[in-house]
């Protein structure tokens, strides 16, 4: 039986669209990552609405009771130390930068605080309301012309650094915490729930011939765009799976819930059987039941899921990386739980297209029972996120060397020199 200290353990946190979950974890002695407990608390309609909270108070009572359960499936009591809360929204914005610093040394030699310093110039000024949620490096740059992997000892009279800054709203995300702060967890530290997703499922082979990822979930679709080392694009739509049901509502004139959101979750259920294209649901209404055949409910379906992978595929080319670094199409959360995501991802990207979550990494062992899932990518990956920040720089090359997410050759510089 392992044992561990609060201040060895992780709690995440996701406060959704559909779910409320807690996920307390902690490395073992080779590393890997242990989930030691797991809550989840269904949310209902007009709680959270496109990844903003509407609703504080049922959202607060949700989290204490995801909390309950965590600790209980853990049989322990977690610390106010080491909590990582997932963010998303449009109010998630994100920009490059370019930070630069003049090499002081005698021997013009880069040192860690010239590293340090050029990665926080890189960070674009911001509005007053926002807040920065990270600071990715792409890459690094010696004397305007030569490129690097890591600068530190190299000889140059200046050092550029080209990073991916991501920032969010600072209201948005008090709000976010005030169900924290009401347990006692004063302070938390926010992560971008796309980065988290992409972490727990994203290859090392895929992040290096350059992949777009999307976690299609129920109120907001993130999407990023990878190339090694680093995040070229990142962003949020307004889009998710509930405007499945709201499209189904429309077109068949039925009540959004329970009607269309049953008739959402039979359909996809069926989707995974081999039975005729001519079958016909019957959804039980106030004016009787009404019959709906499998063939329209695929085409209004597929059709807004077509216009939502249509626009992040216009804003991804709006960059300028599209077309060069586009090699896959990575997809997870809620949403590619649809036999049909997958095909119609990949004619719109007209790249291969893979669903990730479906089974979870060898990274992660302990508690993991119903959560071999795509909808449970973003927790997953904010607890190895979590675990990855905690550990201090001497153990980080050691790290470095049994994980396999994208973000350990990203961040590696950067928290290295945030630690000076």
């Given at each position: 039986?392992?044992?561990?200290?609060?201040?060895?353990?992780?709690?995440?946190?996701?406060?959704?669209?559909?779910?409320?979950?807690?996920?307390?974890?902690?490395?073992?002695?080779?590393?890997?990552?242990?989930?030691?407990?797991?809550?989840?608390?269904?949310?209902?309609?007009?709680?959270?609405?496109?990844?903003?909270?509407?609703?504080?108070?049922?959202?607060?009572?949700?989290?204490?009771?995801?909390?309950?359960?965590?600790?209980?499936?853990?049989?322990?009591?977690?610390?106010?130390?080491?909590?990582?809360?997932?963010?998303?929204?449009?109010?998630?914005?994100?920009?490059?930068?370019?930070?630069?610093?003049?090499?002081?040394?005698?021997?013009?030699?880069?040192?860690?605080?010239?590293?340090?310093?050029?990665?926080?110039?890189?960070?674009?000024?911001?509005?007053?309301?926002?807040?920065?949620?990270?600071?990715?490096?792409?890459?690094?740059?010696?004397?305007?012309?030569?490129?690097?992997?890591?600068?530190?000892?190299?000889?140059?009279?200046?050092?550029?650094?080209?990073?991916?800054?991501?920032?969010?709203?600072?209201?948005?995300l008090e709000t976010f915490r005030t169900p924290l702060y009401e347990i006692g967890f004063e302070r938390s530290e926010p992560i971008?729930?796309?980065?988290?997703?992409?972490?727990?499922?994203?290859?090392?082979?895929?992040?290096?011939?350059?992949?777009?990822?999307?976690?299609?979930?129920?109120?907001?679709?993130?999407?990023?765009?990878?190339?090694?080392?680093?995040?070229?694009?990142?962003?949020?739509?307004?889009?998710?799976?509930?405007?499945?049901?709201?499209?189904?509502?429309?077109?068949?004139?039925?009540?959004?819930?329970?009607?269309?959101?049953?008739?959402?979750?039979?359909?996809?259920?069926?989707?995974?059987?081999?039975?005729?294209?001519?079958?016909?649901?019957e959804v039980k209404t106030s004016q009787g039941p009404r019959k709906i055949s499998f063939d329209n409910i695929e085409k209004v379906?597929?059709?807004?899921?077509?216009?939502?992978?249509?626009?992040?595929?216009?804003?991804?080319?709006?960059?300028?990386?599209?077309?060069?670094?586009?090699?896959?199409?990575?997809?997870?959360?809620?949403?590619?739980?649809?036999?049909?995501?997958?095909?119609?991802?990949?004619?719109?990207?007209?790249?291969?297209?893979?669903?990730?979550?479906?089974?979870?990494?060898?990274?992660?062992?302990?508690?993991l029972t119903n959560l071999e899932s795509p909808r449970y990518s973003t927790l997953l990956g904010l607890l190895k996120y979590g675990?990855?920040?905690?550990?201090?720089?001497?153990?980080?090359?050691?790290?470095?060397?049994?994980?396999?997410?994208?973000?350990?050759?990203?961040?590696?510089?950067?928290?290295?020199?945030?630690?000076?």
């Amino acid at each position: 039986m392992l044992s561990f200290s609060k201040s060895e353990m992780v709690t995440a946190v996701e406060l959704g669209t559909s779910k409320v979950c807690v996920m307390i974890g902690a490395y073992d002695k080779s590393d890997d990552i242990t989930v030691l407990g797991y809550g989840e608390m269904p949310v209902g309609d007009g709680i959270v609405r496109k990844g903003v909270i509407e609703d504080v108070e049922k959202i607060s009572g949700l989290f204490k009771d995801a909390l309950e359960l965590a600790e209980a499936s853990a049989k322990i009591q977690v610390g106010q130390e080491n909590v990582f809360l997932g963010v998303s929204g449009q109010h998630v914005k994100s920009n490059m930068g370019i930070g630069s610093v003049t090499v002081a040394g005698i021997d013009s030699k880069i040192t860690e605080r010239d590293i340090a310093e050029a990665c926080s110039n890189a960070s674009v000024e911001r509005l007053p309301d926002d807040m920065e949620l990270d600071s990715i490096v792409n890459r690094y740059v010696l004397d305007g012309k030569r490129e690097c992997g890591n600068p530190l000892n190299q000889t140059a009279f200046k050092l550029d650094v080209h990073s991916h800054n991501i920032s969010c709203d600072r209201n948005v995300l008090e709000t976010f915490r005030t169900p924290l702060y009401e347990i006692g967890f004063e302070r938390s530290e926010p992560i971008f729930n796309g980065i988290a997703s992409a972490s727990a499922t994203v290859s090392d082979e895929e992040h290096e011939k350059g992949v777009v990822f999307l976690d299609y979930g129920a109120g907001v679709t993130e999407y990023l765009l990878l190339l090694s080392p680093g995040v070229l694009a990142s962003g949020v739509i307004p889009i998710g799976t509930d405007h499945l049901v709201s499209d189904l509502s429309v077109a068949f004139e039925l009540p959004v819930s329970p009607a269309c959101r049953g008739l959402l979750m039979e359909f996809a259920g069926d989707m995974r059987k081999d039975i005729p294209k001519n079958r016909i649901f019957e959804v039980k209404t106030s004016q009787g039941p009404r019959k709906i055949s499998f063939d329209n409910i695929e085409k209004v379906i597929s059709l807004r899921m077509r216009e939502m992978f249509e626009i992040i595929k216009d804003r991804l080319a709006a960059t300028g990386a599209l077309e060069t670094v586009g090699n896959s199409v990575v997809i997870t959360g809620g949403g590619a739980s649809f036999p049909m995501t997958e095909e119609l991802a990949g004619d719109v990207f007209g790249l291969p297209t893979r669903i990730a979550g479906k089974t979870i990494h060898e990274d992660f062992n302990g508690a993991l029972t119903n959560l071999e899932s795509p909808r449970y990518s973003t927790l997953l990956g904010l607890l190895k996120y979590g675990l990855m920040r905690t550990k201090q720089p001497t153990t980080l090359s050691k790290l470095d060397k049994s994980l396999t997410s994208f973000f350990k050759k990203a961040l590696k510089n950067t928290v290295k020199a945030i630690k000076i």
